[in-house]
């Protein structure tokens, strides 16, 4: 069972933990990280780009010059795609982007990546993450005391205020919490900085 040491605030260590082998200390299946991380980012495409066709242009309905005789290509319209200000040849237009994946491949992924997070001992447990009042300065301090000043995230046991007000103007911080955890934020962050409850919850709920 993989186990990792407690911080205060303060960045002083005040205990271990023991984190469920079934959620923190699996083998990390890249293929099934792979396949969320692109499901997650496809479902994020607002997919609204669009461009027009030759046959909807405004203009080039008459033949620009007669077919032959001129010395010229022959052309039939002003607006087909080797002129300029012509169509797009196969023009983007909106659509979809979103599928689904299943559940369990869903939640193998998450187990992966909080196993691999263990594993390079980028995962930092804090016994409790709170904020008496919005600091951000308080809360660059207790990120550079726990050894997570470059792009973590924080994960707390439910929606905290506080934390989230005192970290939004830290660049590359980003805050969740527990029931919200996905794969893309975690492979994205450098060190996961997780409340002790949160760990409780995460356990509970993924387990």
């Known amino acids: 069972m993989p186990k990792t040491n407690v911080y205060d605030m303060t960045g002083k260590q005040v205990g271990e933990i023991e984190l469920s082998e079934a959620i923190f200390g699996i083998e990390p299946n890249q293929s099934v990280v792979h396949d969320v991380v692109k499901n ?4 994020c495409r607002q997919g609204t780009q669009s461009a027009l066709t030759r ?4 203009g080039g309905g008459i033949k620009p010059w007669r077919q032959k005789g001129t010395g010229r290509a022959r052309q039939g319209s002003i607006r087909a795609p080797q002129w300029t200000h012509g169509g797009v040849v ?3 237009k909106p659509r979809d982007y979103s599928y689904t994946l299943n559940k369990k491949v869903k939640r193998l992924a998450l ?3 909080l196993s691999a997070k263990v594993a390079s001992g980028d ?3 804090v016994d409790e993450i709170k904020m008496d009042e919005v600091k951000t300065k308080s809360f660059k301090a207790f990120l550079d005391a726990v050894g997570a000043s470059k792009k973590p995230m924080v994960v707390t046991p439910e929606v905290n205020q506080n934390v989230i007000l005192s970290s ?3 660049p590359g911080c980003t805050t969740t919490f527990a029931n919200l955890i996905n794969v893309y934020d975690i492979v994205n962050c450098n060190k996961l900085v997780v409340d002790k409850a ?3 919850k995460i356990e509970e709920v993924f387990a």
Do not use: D, G
């Not at 997650?40 to 479902?43: Q, R, T, V, Y």
């Not at 046959?55 to 405004?58: G, K, L, W």
């Open 123 to 125: 995962l930092i447990v």
């Open 40 to 43: 997650h980012l496809a479902n």
């Open 90 to 92: 196969f023009a983007p």
């Open 198 to 200: 949160a760990v409780a």
């Open 111 to 113: 187990k992966s990546v």
């Open 168 to 170: 939004r103007n830290i």
């Open 55 to 58: 046959a909807e242009v405004r």
